[in-house]
């Protein structure tokens, strides 16, 4: 190009942006437009702007502008430490930013839970990694522990940027005082900084430390400093805070963690160097990579379903083989709303689907720890012989709740409540999820054995003794109980599974005439007294004749109703409609009951349920092999609730009208839901409360049914 018309070659303006010259570059830097994706409304970031890292002990949210806005810890049912996502002032955080930037982008290592955030500047891009260290599966674990720490490492990719870094923890829900101190580091060989930042509460004693990394540049003069002022906030105790400049290939690691309370010689306790620190990071990166490859999926969404596949596995609580319905509590399903709930325990509906997401997958040894559990809880059973709906990670059956009324709760939405009220709920669909997760596990994963065929047999007569009791069924209402046909559904499956899984294995059933005679009496009570015969469709309730419910969707998806029998086929169509002519469909998002018109017991509003949007999906696609209108809906609709995932490909729980992401996130249920209408997808092309399960599940099937569409 010729210097005479004022361009130049793109490799010539190293440091000045083309064509643009003329400005100067202060004027240009002014008229650069802010694309930064971390705008608080009133000091909250979105939902969907949070990404997650976890060690399969516990989890924290990381927001796109590198704020750690919530941990429990050590566990995902222990008291918060941060938790500015539900009070802005009194949450606590930990956060690691540039003081200005333009734009920034946030993204995991390439198969794995290893989060990036960057910040983007004309004068530099810093770049923060988030993970928990996770031991590599083939690693003795006597010599190299799993060392349960928070690690932050800031890094400058080009340019010199300056930092802020903040640590204000607030212990136990924000309720506990702490002291802060600044304590001399003990071995300054191996440390950077002369000073580690100590906080102690009452019942826990944590510590932030860093190690720097430099090349032929001196390290970055980091001074901790301690902010009294933190109580004006009305935090509980001070935090620390700390500006230091960074240049080009400068490296700083920041650690929280539990203070060891043994003091000799641990390796639990190892000398922080660098050498060490590389080592977590390689054995966390090969450990997720490792995991992940053993994948069997290789469908058109894979990269989708992979991320579903490892925001299961960051749920799963390795210890006792339990996956939580969310790692989060009191985020609301409304803002403003009081439908704010703790997700942070083991749903058997919930974790019953996992186990056929991660046999779909190809991941056997997480379905057997969890068939573990399930046999713990079988031999724990109630005096009358039910099971709970949910059970903490340990199993524990009591889950008392409680409000906390000195968190404003997100954006205002209180109350905030941990525990969950809803363990002693009669919901007695969870007899049909268990069961066809022992089903398919006997299947695909391992033979079931005596003693569990033993517990199945407790169950499916506790099944046939109370199935015609009301209940809460599976949306956990707390109103009036009724005759839900969600519930009728699933103990028809509990029965007919166990009859399955008697033949398949040739198991004693002494049983087996009453529970026959119970299936086919349960399958003509739906048949009759579900069925809307003037609305076409079936209803919500025997009690509910003219109530729609997004539940239903689920007959075709057991094997209860064919996907093309005309009663299925006009309630897809009346589920279809908006809720202002008595549908449940808006956006092509789905709620699971019509709230114009149906009592639950709580008042207020809430988004569309992602589970119920990926089981119209799941449904349509099963339909769409023998009719294609139904396939190509399906496939539109489950593009388009893709996109409404975040940037990361994490599921909320629910999605507004708006399009804003709402309640517990990522969502389990959300996730299983799209891996199951994906495979289900596939499959028929060529002719397709949790989250993330159905989102798997749907992936599977729609994949399934376009695969078999095309050949």
Wanted: proline letters at 5%; hydrophobic letters at 35%; one cysteine or more.
């Amino acid at each position: 190009m010729s210097s005479d018309h004022g361009l130049r070659y793109a490799a010539d303006t190293h440091h000045q942006p083309v064509g643009l010259e003329d400005k100067g570059g202060k004027q240009w830097r002014k008229d650069v437009e802010n694309t930064h994706c971390n705008i608080r409304t009133r000091g909250y970031l979105p939902i969907e702007n949070y990404g997650i890292v976890g060690n399969l002990h516990t989890i924290a949210l990381c927001g796109t502008d590198g704020s750690m806005d919530f941990c429990c810890y050590p566990e995902f049912d222990s008291p918060s430490v941060f938790a500015r996502i539900l009070d802005k002032d009194k949450g606590g955080h930990f956060s690691i930013a540039p003081d200005a930037h333009v734009s920034n982008k946030q993204q995991y290592m390439p198969k794995s839970n290893v989060l990036v955030t960057r910040f983007l500047s004309d004068e530099g891009v810093a770049e923060v990694i988030d993970y928990m260290h996770r031991p590599e599966s083939n690693q003795r674990l006597s010599s190299k522990p799993l060392l349960p720490w928070i690690i932050r490492r800031v890094s400058i990719v080009r340019g010199s940027v300056r930092i802020k870094m903040e640590c204000y923890p607030a212990f136990n829900y924000a309720m506990d005082e702490h002291t802060t101190k600044l304590q001399p580091h003990d071995d300054e060989r191996y440390f950077t900084c002369k000073e580690r930042v100590e906080f102690e509460s009452k019942k826990l004693k944590m510590d932030l430390r860093f190690i720097c990394k430099t090349s032929d540049m001196p390290k970055p003069d980091i001074e901790l400093k301690i902010d009294e002022t933190s109580g004006k906030r009305g935090l509980k105790g001070p935090g620390v805070y700390s500006e230091f400049e960074m240049h080009e290939t400068q490296e700083v690691y920041f650690i929280f963690r539990e203070v060891p309370q043994y003091t000799g010689p641990n390796v639990r306790d190892p000398p922080l160097t660098m050498s060490l620190m590389s080592a977590l990071f390689r054995q966390t990166v090969r450990y997720w990579q490792k995991w992940i490859d053993q994948m069997s999926y290789r469908g058109r969404w894979r990269e989708n379903v992979m991320r579903s596949a490892m925001t299961l596995k960051l749920l799963t609580y390795e210890p006792t083989g339990a996956v939580v319905a969310a790692p989060t509590f009191g985020i609301p399903e409304a803002i403003g709303g009081a439908r704010n709930w703790d997700y942070r325990y083991l749903w058997v509906r919930d974790s019953a689907f996992t186990i056929y997401a991660f046999l779909r997958l190809g991941f056997t040894e997480e379905a057997a720890q969890f068939m573990k559990f399930v046999e713990a809880r079988c031999n724990d059973l109630n005096p009358d012989g039910s099971l709970n709906i949910m059970y903490s990670i340990h199993g524990e059956k009591r889950l008392d709740e409680i409000e906390l009324n000195h968190l404003d709760g997100y954006r205002s939405s209180r109350p905030v409540r941990i525990g969950n009220g809803a363990y002693d709920h009669l919901q007695l669909d969870i007899y049909g999820e268990l069961l066809d997760g022992i089903y398919l596990y006997n299947k695909y994963g391992a033979p079931v054995s005596y003693d569990m065929w033993c517990a199945v047999r407790k169950l499916v007569n506790y099944v046939c003794a109370n199935y015609d009791l009301p209940d809460m069924s599976i949306w956990e209402v707390r109103g009036k109980k009724q005759n839900f046909t969600y519930s009728r559904v699933m103990c028809w499956v509990a029965v007919d599974r166990a009859l399955r899984l008697a033949d398949k294995r040739m198991f004693p059933c002494p049983d087996r005439p009453k529970w026959m005679a119970t299936r086919d009496a349960i399958y003509e009570e739906i048949q009759t007294k579900c069925w809307n015969p003037k609305l076409k469709m079936y209803t919500q309730s025997i009690e509910s004749p003219d109530a729609v419910d997004a539940s239903c969707l689920i007959m075709p998806l057991v094997f209860f109703s064919s996907p093309v029998d005309p009663r299925m086929l006009s309630t897809i169509e009346r589920i279809l409609r908006p809720p202002e002519k008595g549908g449940l469909l808006a956006n092509n998002l789905v709620f699971r009951y019509n709230f114009l018109t149906t009592d639950d017991g709580l008042g207020g509003l809430e988004g569309a349920f992602s589970m119920c949007t990926f089981w119209l999906v799941e449904a349509m696609a099963r339909a769409g092999k023998y009719d294609r209108k139904y396939l190509t809906k399906a496939v539109l609709m489950f593009e388009e609730m893709m996109s409404y995932s975040n940037h990361l490909g994490l599921f909320s729980e629910e999605v507004a009208r708006s399009g804003e992401a709402l309640g517990n996130s990522p969502q389990a249920f959300s996730h299983l839901s799209f891996i199951s209408g994906k495979l289900c997808c596939l499959v028929s092309f060529a002719i397709s409360y949790n989250s993330i399960f159905f989102c798997y599940i749907a992936a599977f099937n729609l994949d399934r049914v376009l695969g078999s569409c095309s050949s």
